[in-house]
Each structure stands twice: as C-alpha cells, then as structure tokens.
C-alpha cells in the first residue's frame, strides 16, 4: 500500500522525474488508481473578478500594471454578475469556481465585504468556492472560511531560488506564510506552479519539495505551462513540451498522491492525446472556460466532448471534502481588523528591473 510521505528530497524528485517514461507513466498511474476513481476529472471555473492593475512584478504576469500588454483595468464584479457566471459554469459542469482578484494581499474594507458575499452566493449554489486573492492574514482566512469558502489558490509558482528571478516585490517566505495562515482554518489548500519559465529541472524538484513536505500536503496542485503574452518580461520563452507536461505531472501524483492534480494554464496549446497522457499520469482536474484569467482556454463544450470520447465522469461537488457551512454577514464572529501587515519586502534585486530603470534614468 503506497504510503503519503512528507520528506522527500530535490534528488528523490528528480529521479522520477527523469525515469523511462514507460515507468513513469506507469508508477504515477498505479498511484492514481489507489488514491482516486481513475475516470473522474473535477471541471472548476476561473473567473477573474478583478483584472488588472496590479502593483506586484510577477515576470509570467500580463495583469501587472509596469508591463505593456493591453490588460485593461476592471473594477471588482458584482455579486449578481459573478452569480450568473456560476450559474452558467455550473450547468456546463462545473463543480468549482475560482475567483481570482489581481491584488498583492486583501485589504479590509468595502471590497473584501463584497467578495465574501460572493463567497456566500456561490456556496449558497452548492458548488466548491475558491479564492485567489493574493497574501492573508489569519483574521482575512477565518472571514473567508465563515462565508463559506472551500479552497485558497496560493500558488509557489517555483523553487524558492527561481522565484527570486521572476519576482521582486514579496519573497517566498510570505507565500507560505498565507499558506499557514490559510491552514488555521478548514479551507484547502490550492498551491502549485508554472513551468516554462526558464527554470531548470532543480527549480521544478525544488518547487515539488516545498509543496510535498507541507504537512498535510495541499488539497489542490495547479501545474501550469508558462503561456507567453507578449509585453511581459517572458514574451520569448518557448512553448513547454508535452512530454515535460506529462514528466511533471506524473511526478506530482507519485510524491503528493492524495491530492487533486491540476491541468492548468496551457492547455490550448495542447492535442486532445497529450491532455488523455495528462490524465492517465495522475491529472484528475481542470480549469474550464474560454479564459484562464486573461489567457485564452479551451471551450466547456469542447472539454466535454473530450471526457465523453474518453469515457471520464465530471467530480460532483464535494466529493472530496464536505461542504462548508455559510455564516451570514450580520451573524459574523469575525470582524475587519483594519490589520497592515508587515509583508516581507525582498533584498533582492531582478536584472531585468534594474536594466529598465537604468534606461528610464538616462532617458
Ligand atoms: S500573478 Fe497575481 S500578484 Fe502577480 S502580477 Fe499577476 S495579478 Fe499581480
């Protein structure tokens, strides 16, 4: 009986990751089938409920306000607005929904108020809520879980020595940091990366150990392929091969096997063949919609009719873990803090920031 396991080493990781594929795919599926029903995929919806604007320097990022990629700002959704998407996404299919915010960390107020009512209607609609919203505090995560909310996005994007090259303005040490905080409540976790980035296979094993050795392990692990819009400081990275795709996931499924595996950004660029490898090397979830946040996406209808040619069932809301209960706003234990929390602001500097400001100061 395979055993969860929270020590695993950058070399452990690589040696999987690097076996013959045939063994590999092998191993990762023969895990799946103990940990998961092998023909499940659990179909989330991504909705990004703020786009735009934002004051953080994520290299992969076209939301970032400093880089030129004709992301137009967009205020906060309704509540009626963002129901109706979750209305719609759920008669395609969809068991969860995924607002994402385009913030460096919540703030209290007005606007916080405003998506944890969203947080209330969704769950209300008995479908999963997941929220991206950038860095929490543990009063912000405790609000969260009140409402109803059943999983945080968090991503650690890479290893904790890449993630100083893709970003300057918080450190690595404030993602785990929300992570904890989002762990003193019974929200999941969401947590995964992006690759493609020019990362090397050290920065995937590296980004794997962080994520395995939390205990417990997160609930959720996004594996995004980099897609490469243009007016960010990654425009010109190549397109990520299938088969690394299909190497890191399988990867993923053998040292966290409990959790839900995510297909994520990047599935355009990808055959019907190479997401049916994804899926028998331990994917069992996705994000559906014409876009990921800002980046184009394969249509519902066109992932449905995918899971029917391969026989695959749509995961019913819940499955998993039970269904949090909703506290209304006027019943709250919780309440705004007002907190200003001292995130970490990095030492360390990105070539590419540096060579911009030279040029601006000579301009
Ligand atoms: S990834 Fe999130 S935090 Fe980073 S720039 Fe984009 S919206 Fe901002």
Redesign the pocket.
């Known amino acids: 009986m395979y055993k969860t396991r929270h020590n695993w080493t950058k070399e452990e990781i690589i040696a999987i990751y690097k076996k013959p594929l045939m063994d590999l795919l092998y191993e990762a599926a023969t895990i799946h089938r103990q940990f998961h029903d092998p023909n499940a995929v659990q179909v989330s919806t991504l909705l990004s409920i703020k786009t735009g604007g ?5 290299g ?5 306000a400093r880089y030129h990629t004709g992301v137009e700002l967009e205020e906060l959704m309704t509540v009626s607005h963002v129901k109706a998407q979750a209305l719609r996404a759920k008669s395609s299919g969809a068991s969860r929904v995924c607002m ?1 915010a ?3 960390n919540v703030k209290d107020g007005p606007e916080f108020d405003q998506v944890l009512e969203m947080v209330r209607t969704i769950n209300k609609l008995d479908m999963e809520v997941c929220c991206t919203l ?1 860095m929490l505090t543990e009063n912000q995560a405790k609000r969260l879980a009140e409402a109803g909310l059943y999983a945080y996005n968090h991503n650690l994007d890479t290893s904790e020595e890449y993630y100083k090259k893709v ?1 300057s303005t918080r450190g690595y040490e404030d993602r785990l940091q929300t992570i904890e905080n989002v762990r003193k409540t019974n929200i999941t976790v969401c947590s995964g990366g992006i690759i493609g980035m020019g990362e090397s296979l050290e920065d995937r094993a590296g980004m794997l150990v962080a994520l395995s050795t939390l205990n417990p392990q997160p609930e959720s692990v996004p594996i995004n392929a980099l897609v490469a819009v243009e007016g960010t400081p990654m425009e010109d990275q190549k397109p990520v091969e299938i088969w690394e795709m299909i190497r890191m996931i399988a990867t993923t499924r053998i040292v966290m096997p409990e959790t839900q595996v995510r297909l994520s950004a990047g599935r355009t660029q990808m055959s019907r063949e190479g997401q049916a490898m994804c899926f028998f090397a331990g994917a069992n979830s996705i994000f559906a919609g014409d876009k990921l946040l800002t980046t184009p996406n394969p249509n519902i209808n066109e992932d449905m009719m995918m899971f029917e040619m391969l026989g695959m069932r749509t995961q019913k809301p819940f499955e998993k873990h039970a269904q949090p209960t909703t506290t209304e706003a006027e019943d709250s234990k919780y309440v705004a803090l007002g907190e200003n929390p001292k995130w970490t602001r990095p030492e360390h500097k990105i070539e590419r920031n540096e060579n911009k400001r030279k040029t601006k100061i000579k301009e």
Request: proline content about 6%.
């Open positions: 934002c004051s953080e320097d994520c992969y990022c076209p939301q970032a994402g385009a913030w460096r950038g970003i």
